[in-house]
């Protein structure tokens, strides 16, 4: 056959090619070419002319396979380019991302049940690392980490996103923590003051009214342009729906976003909300708005991540979590500031819960977690127990921010209060074991169980400063002493309407921020005494 390649010079090769490339014989049977040269030239310049034609259409994607399955997780063979927490997408459009590149395969991730993956199914790369959804429209809505919406309203995909992990804000850009947070609960805000920025930590065993207090402090800021996020990590459905119940019915859900990686969620979901909800907040943040963030709760964060762990073989350490736990949370916790005015000026807001067990805050997950935050606040099951609720046991309770950021109308009650309550809490161990009291320890006693009583307050009630201003300088000045412990609830509501309709001038300067003088402590103790009289 003459193919214009001289005998000898591996015509036998040229037909091997025309054989076993289609394209070339069909360039061959074209072209006028009469060498073996020419016409894989011609063939190069019809493919280059093919790429300029349509360069849109010709891209290199990477296929890898699934060899294996297993709950919230998959191994994937292939991808040899592939990047740390870059999202992969399975068969059926189903979701995951790359968390260990080992080196015969890739540990994945999945985003989305696991009943849909069998093995031998393919895997292709997205480009892209995890991202969510960010802006005003996420108000008022209830979705899951990646931004898919679980409240049944419209589409968010038109949303512009940004990714879930980022790094913290640089420490030049962190200004100090000076403007309170008001939680509206009287203990909070007078004995452990909360500021914007702030990481505060919420612990205590489970039913103790962890929760509770993040929901009133998220129902308190309406209207004090404080936007606020309730990240729900492995929480039971039941529980998610009826804390936006409660908010939906305090009109709370206006301000807030409710991210949601339910226990029934797989692990990755789970791992990936808090990153998720903390990259919303911040970009609000950066905006100039102040945010609150809610994680409730991170134990069963952190049970998530060893989850994957272990079935992704990391090498177990303490209580089997894996060694970067620390880490884990720590670089969430840190992306939780006050921002400087260049940077923004906004602040984001922590309020993380811990779940202890038999009350043991020495555990490995507690002891990380009040080592990274700026204070915690824990709750007593024994108080529980007692009816006292809020359950904060003070004594055990810190905030590291502190008076820095307590409003100066609460130092003319804070000193006192919590000096006299932690004298009450001593004597009163004591007082069990001793019947022949003295006349002064009787009076301190007393007048710690009255500071008690004044303390509780009713779930959804978050009180404004005014009101628990009265409260506090009623009990402090003795207005109180004497008074059957039933009678309270209705005097303190008497002595907070009497102040606040009273003194409206004095109420205003405390709202502004002013401090009050011993006058006016005096004047408020007056009027609160006439209501305590006019009501007894
Ligand atoms: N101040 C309060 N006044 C009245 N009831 C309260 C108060 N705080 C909590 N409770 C009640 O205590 C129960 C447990 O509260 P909550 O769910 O907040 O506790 P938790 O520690 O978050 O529980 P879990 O550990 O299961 O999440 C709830 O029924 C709640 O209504």
Redo the contacts with the bound molecule.
Sequence with gaps: MSNGVEAGRGDWFFDRCLSLSPGLAAVKARSTMTTYSETLEAAAHQFDQAVKAQPAQLSVTEIGTVEEVQRGIARVHGLPHVQVDEVLRFAGGHLGYAFNLDPEQVGCVLLDSSEQITAGSRVERMHTVLDTPVGDQLLGRVVDPVGRPLDGGRSLDDLPREPCERDAPPIMQRAPVTVPLQSG?KVVDAMIPIGRGQRQLLL?????????????TIINQRGRDVICIYCSIG??ST?VA?VIENLRRHDALDHTIVVIGADDAPPGLQFLAPYAATTMGEHFMREGRDVLIVY??LTSHARAYRHLSLLLRRPPGREAFPGDIFYVHSRLLERSTHLIQSAGGGSLTALP?I?TEAQNVSAYIPTNLISITDGQIY?SPTL?RKGV???IDVGRSVSRVGGKTQLPAYRVVAGDLRLTYSQFEELERFARFSSQLDEDTRATLNRGRLIREIL????FQPLTLPQQIASLIAVTNGVLDGRPVEQLPKLERAIQDAVTSQAAELCAQMQAGEKLDKEQVEQIANIAAGAVHAHA
Excluded: S, W
Aim: proline fraction near 3%.
């Design positions: 609960l205590g065993d489970r039913q103790t009214g962890k929760t509770a207090i993040a929901v009133d929480q039971r529980g009826r409730d709760d819960i779940e709750l529980f609720l809020p359950a509780k307050q009713t779930q």
